[in-house]
């Protein structure tokens, strides 16, 4: 449906995979997969399905709907200071939407890789950034949103975090990282404690909101860009937040790892 921001989301998030694991994201190579260059195509609300019902979407070529997305990379590696080494294209596809797919290398600010799995209980769970209403595919799917917001691209936002993430990492204290994609917070740190054999316990009620009036569901499950979660024991949650704030990045503590082998998730009274 918005060829732009899902191109630069898809470039910023792949660069936030590489910062998860401890390093600053240099160089990006891309590849497209998209119908002719003069087949028609809809681009809006109704772009999944091909036809416009709305009467919001627009007809363009294939190649216009490239321009935008080639736009939308290239703009968000000249937000994080990535360089394009490259890439490649294909015009026989016949999907509806197109396939972008991008690999993205870094060099490591840390002794070793930083990984996902939780280390301990009693950590605390420390996320960057704030957390908005777009990216509620996931909740639109399942019937939990009336209207479908792709991800927006947050440029400046995704480059706080990556700053914030990179000085966080330089304190030497974070035990575990995860980049904030698919399914949000509540990916994020189910899969964490599921892979370290732990538990957690989040309050959603503390996380950051970009719009009044969120669900809970929509915190737990939105994917809005520019945003990680770490873990680091609680005598060393101050150093490393101090840090994050110290390049204008938004930071809380939202929960800690647990001994069981439940995730729960409060919003106020409710779980």
């Not at 915190?219 to 101050?238: D, G, K, W, Y």
Request: contains cysteine; negative net charge.
């Amino acid at each position: 449906p918005r060829p732009y921001d899902a191109a630069a989301t898809g470039a910023g998030g792949a660069m936030r995979d590489v910062t998860a694991m401890g390093a600053r994201p240099f160089f990006l190579l891309d590849f497209v997969g998209t119908m002719p260059m003069e087949k028609k195509v809809i681009v809006g609300p109704c772009g999944f399905a091909g036809t416009c019902s709305c009467g919001k979407c627009v007809e363009m070529s294939s190649q216009e709907r490239l321009n935008l997305i080639m736009k939308g990379i290239t703009d968000m590696c000249t937000a994080m200071d990535v360089f394009i080494l490259g890439g490649g294209i294909s015009t026989s596809f016949n999907d509806i939407v197109p396939a972008v797919v991008a690999a993205v290398i870094g060099k490591l600010v840390t002794e070793k890789p930083l990984t996902k799995p939780a280390k301990a209980a009693g950590d605390k769970i420390i996320l960057v950034g704030q957390t908005g209403n777009d990216g509620n595919d996931t909740l639109f799917r399942a019937g939990l949103a009336e209207q479908m917001r792709p991800a927006e691209a947050l440029f400046d936002e995704e480059r706080v975090t990556m700053e914030a993430s990179l000085a966080a990492f330089q304190t030497g204290r974070i035990k575990a990282s995860s980049d904030l994609g698919a399914a949000g917070i509540g990916a994020a740190v189910c899969e964490s404690a599921r892979y370290g054999g732990f538990g957690a316990e989040v309050s959603l009620s503390e996380v950051p909101v970009k719009v009044k009036g969120m669900t809970p569901e929509e915190i737990l499950i939105c994917e809005t860009q520019a945003r990680m979660a770490f873990q680091v024991s609680p005598e060393n949650t101050a150093q490393v937040m101090e840090a994050i704030q110290s390049k204008g990045a938004t930071t809380t503590v939202i929960g800690e790892i647990t001994v069981d082998d439940q995730e729960i998730f409060r919003y106020n009274d409710r779980i």
